[in-house]
């Protein structure tokens, strides 16, 4: 039975919107004061009059570019990540933060933070990656005992806030059915619960939730479901599809208006599939749908009678990437959806997911060849992309003219198509992607690198001090010669490998103190790349990145890396691991061309990094690793579009790796993702030995990997890197007992979860001594050492 529209008047939604914007700031000023207030150097009232004024000049700036409806201008403003806001709004924060609770439940902001980040024995909650983005979500703990209501309310103060300035915001909140699936079971949870199973418990806070949005005057509330595009749930799909019409009905028709504003339900990132007509089937007044990364849903004659009245909002601009919308195009996808689903049903325009993932401006990148530039549409100019659409090409025929333009420009310009790199891609054969026996290969590792049983290292980057900082600005500015900067580098390098022989670690690295970012510093050396100056996009709570952007095709046209390590290499005995990233990772941590399929580029990087690889090789450098923290990252979210990604993905990490001699010890990274998923596709990649996230975890991947028969080398993350707290040699050692018992001794590598670059020295040295006091309390259980 189709849902009824109550004869409540609604209001209407906005002809054109966009479905979030970055929460930042032009120039990281969020990071800087969020940063600063850490540090002891700001106030808490300081630091909430900088959230205050970005979030006025965000709406001040929406405004200019055109979004004047009434709830055109979104309300999602977080001082660290949208799924702890929830969490905190609706009090579902583990008992081992109890004391940091107010009277009422709440937590104030620096509560909110050590949330975030951990403190002493107190570990911070998980983190993953959100989808299949770069940005990071904070993984709540949910389980029988956990207490839901509404707590406090930020979101709608910030809502009123608007509302004082004359502007009628929409606020924009994770939906409650995404917030349990995103959830883990808390310590104490019964084994087989589901966070889902909480649903109705939750509904209660998000119905109290909304009334106070009510009495604020919001007119309508945006509940981000993204989850309900991913068929990967442990849940089953009848499973979620009863979530999606429980709570949508007690949230819409139990709770009726003008108790509540109107639900806008947004699902990005994928095809909505099935769960569009369950949500057709609540009181939802508007249902978004990501027309870009997914499809259109199917509209028959129930779906079509249930949504009349109502609005579809249609995602036809890429909030992900960064290239200029084909109009026409758009345009057809909206004439189709309007045909679909006929004149009862009005289509509004939005972008496909928030422009969170973009950086604000083109106008801010002056660096930039204003060729490649004109091709580009960052924040702000998908706005005004949004508002051409909505208006359509008789409205806005100079937008739809630009489009075309730009368009035939990109297709035709100078090293978007280079015939030698795809006649070098066309040549390859099956044997370019595979290397030698494993057995064989060990052995030759063995005789060449002489290590003890449980052999340390670090992932890469130390970290990044100011001076290192200083040093590439001044050198961009010319107030210091490239001879005087790379002294300054190779001075950071010899201290760093210095500090490494102190530790007494086994395999050292470089510290990669000449590298601004793992994947720009290669974009800035390969041809096909450019970098932006103020492309700052947000990654997680104040960490900020510059995606490259990656437009033409790939070549390497000198060596990158080799000089650095060979230095680093003459200043030790001990082994030094050469530095890549990996093909796959600089595609999801760069902006791509959208114009050939991804493999295509993948393959040109993997034979780049190839290239690399032989040159270290030459140079003498006897391990060399080559990151894919993103390896995860790029999975569809539906199951059938699985396979085929990671059969492309693994191939080019082979086809950079493969052409590496026996004796080369090949070493690989991920981190931050949940891996159990792709444990097969991590064996594929067929590296010597892969360091893998676990410490947030608790190594919850153990499981994982020994049930998959994993045969080589494996380091599960020790040391959580993404905290300042400090482990203690105790915590390290339990964490590397549980690991042994999982791996065994001659496949096990202690290592942190990643590369150290965003931490301070003094923590990181007392970490790095606790991991190598614990490494040898072990081996010493283990007996005398034993090679290999």
């Given at each position: 039975m189709s849902y009824q529209q109550p004869s409540t008047s609604v209001p209407t939604f906005p002809a054109a919107t966009v479905l979030g914007y970055p929460r930042i700031g032009p120039r990281r000023e969020l990071k800087r004061a969020v940063e600063s207030f850490w540090a002891g150097r700001a106030t808490v009232p300081e630091l909430g009059a900088v959230a205050r004024e970005l979030r006025t000049g965000t709406r001040t700036r929406l405004a200019g570019l055109g979004l004047g409806e009434d709830a055109s201008i979104p309300s999602d403003f977080t001082f660290y990540d949208q799924v702890l806001s929830v969490a905190a709004h609706v009090g579902a924060i583990p008992d081992r933060f109890a004391d940091l609770r107010g009277p009422g439940g709440a937590l104030d902001l620096p509560g909110l933070f050590t949330v975030a980040r951990g403190e002493g024995d107190r570990a911070p909650l998980e983190m993953t990656k959100w989808f299949d983005s770069n940005y990071h979500y904070l993984v709540p703990e949910i389980g029988p005992e956990t207490e839901f209501r509404?707590?406090?309310?930020?979101?709608?103060?910030?809502?009123?806030?608007?509302?004082?300035?004359?502007?009628?915001?929409?606020?924009?909140?994770?939906?409650?059915?995404?917030?349990?699936?995103?959830?883990?079971?808390?310590?104490?949870?019964?084994?087989?619960?589901?966070?889902?199973?909480?649903?109705?418990?939750?509904?209660?806070?998000?119905?109290?939730?909304?009334?106070?949005?009510?009495e604020a005057g919001a007119t309508w509330v945006q509940l981000d479901e993204p989850a309900l595009v991913s068929d990967a749930w442990a849940e089953t799909p009848a499973q979620v599809s009863d979530a999606v019409g429980r709570a949508y009905r007690a949230l819409s028709v139990d709770l009726a208006r003008p108790e509540r504003p109107a639900l806008f339900v947004a699902a990005p990132y994928a095809t909505i599939g099935e769960r569009f007509a369950d949500l057709a089937q609540t009181g939802v007044e508007a249902i978004g749908v990501d027309l870009v990364r997914g499809q259109a849903p199917a509209i028959d004659g129930a779906v079509r009678a249930a949504l009349a009245g109502r609005t579809i909002v249609a995602g036809v601009v890429d909030g992900h990437n960064v290239w200029r919308t084909d109009l026409d195009a758009a345009a057809a996808k909206l004439d189709r959806l309007r045909e679909a689903v006929g004149p009862e049903v009005n289509v509004a325009?939005?972008?496909?997911?928030?422009?969170?993932?973009?950086?604000?401006?083109?106008?801010?990148?002056?660096?930039?060849?204003?060729?490649?530039?004109?091709?580009l549409a960052f924040a702000d100019e998908k706005v005004g992309e949004v508002l051409a659409l909505a208006a359509g090409p008789g409205a806005a025929p100079e937008a739809f003219t630009r489009s075309r333009e730009v368009a035939a420009d990109r297709a035709a310009a100078p090293g978007v198509v280079v015939p030698s790199v795809r006649d070098r891609t066309a040549a390859l054969t099956d044997a370019d992607f595979h290397r030698g026996d494993y057995d064989t290969r060990v052995a030759a590792q063995d005789a060449v690198l002489d290590l003890p049983p449980l052999p340390t290292t670090t992932i890469g980057s130390f970290p990044q001090t100011s001076e290192l900082r200083v040093a590439r600005a001044s050198l961009r500015?010319?107030?210091?010669?490239?001879?005087?900067?790379?002294?300054?580098?190779?001075?950071?390098?010899?201290?760093?490998i210095s500090l490494q022989e102190d530790l007494g670690l086994d395999v050292l690295v470089h510290g990669e103190p000449e590298r601004n970012d793992m994947v720009q510093y290669f974009a800035e050396n390969l041809d096909g790349f450019a970098v932006t100056q103020n492309g700052w996009v947000q990654s997680y709570g104040s960490r900020c990145t510059r995606p490259s952007i990656l437009w033409g095709d790939v070549s390497r046209p000198a060596p990158i890396t080799v000089g650095w390590s060979t230095y680093a290499a003459s200043r030790t005995d001990r082994p030094v691991k050469g530095m890549l990233t990996g093909p796959v990772t600089i595609l999801a941590?760069?902006?791509?061309?959208?114009?050939?399929?991804?493999?295509?580029?993948?393959?040109?990087?993997?034979?780049?990094?190839?290239?690399?690889?032989?040159?270290?090789?030459?140079?003498?450098?006897?391990?060399?690793?080559?990151?894919?923290?993103?390896?995860?990252?790029?999975?569809?979210?539906?199951?059938?579009?699985?396979?085929?990604?990671?059969?492309?993905?693994?191939?080019?990490?082979?086809?950079?790796?493969?052409?590496?001699?026996?004796?080369?010890?090949?070493?690989?990274?991920?981190?931050?993702?949940?891996?159990?998923?792709?444990?097969?596709?991590?064996?594929?990649?067929?590296?010597?030995?892969?360091?893998?996230?676990?410490?947030?975890?608790?190594?919850?991947?153990?499981?994982?990997?020994?049930?998959s028969g994993f045969a080589r080398g494996i380091g599960p993350g020790v040391y959580d890197i993404h905290s300042p707290r400090v482990p203690s040699t105790a915590e390290i050692t339990d964490l590397l007992t549980a690991?042994?018992?999982?791996?065994?001794?001659?496949?096990?590598?202690?290592?942190?979860?990643?590369?150290?670059?965003?931490?301070?020295?003094?923590?990181?040295?007392s970490s790095l001594e606790h991991l190598v006091a614990a490494t040898r309390t072990v081996r010493e259980r283990l007996g005398a050492p034993v090679q290999g």
């Open positions: 509404l707590v406090e309310t930020p979101s709608v103060k910030a809502f009123a806030e608007g509302l004082s300035d004359g502007v009628v915001t929409r606020p924009v909140i994770v939906g409650p059915v995404t917030f349990l699936l995103l959830s883990k079971p808390s310590a104490s949870a019964p084994e087989g619960f589901s966070p889902l199973s909480r649903l109705d418990d939750l509904l209660a806070a998000y119905t109290d939730w909304l009334r106070a949005f009510a325009v939005s972008t496909s997911t928030s422009l969170i993932h973009v950086p604000h401006t083109t106008a801010d990148e002056p660096d930039l060849e204003e060729r490649l530039r004109s091709w500015k010319g107030e210091i010669t490239i001879d005087a900067y790379e002294e300054a580098m190779r001075a950071e390098i010899a201290r760093v941590w760069s902006f791509v061309r959208d114009d050939q399929p991804l493999a295509d580029t993948a393959n040109q990087v993997a034979l780049a990094l190839r290239d690399e690889i032989a040159d270290l090789e030459t140079a003498g450098i006897p391990v060399v690793q080559v990151d894919e923290p993103a390896l995860r990252e790029l999975l569809p979210l539906r199951r059938a579009d699985q396979q085929a990604y990671l059969d492309w993905s693994v191939a080019s990490f082979r086809l950079a790796t493969a052409g590496a001699a026996d004796a080369t010890q090949i070493h690989t990274h991920l981190c931050y993702s949940e891996f159990g998923e792709v444990i097969g596709a991590i064996d594929g990649l067929d590296a010597d030995v892969t360091s893998i996230e676990a410490a947030r975890s608790k190594m919850e991947i153990l499981p994982d990997i020994s049930g690991a042994l018992a999982s791996v065994g001794e001659r496949k096990l590598w202690v290592n942190p979860d990643c590369g150290l670059k965003t931490r301070g020295y003094p923590e990181t040295v």
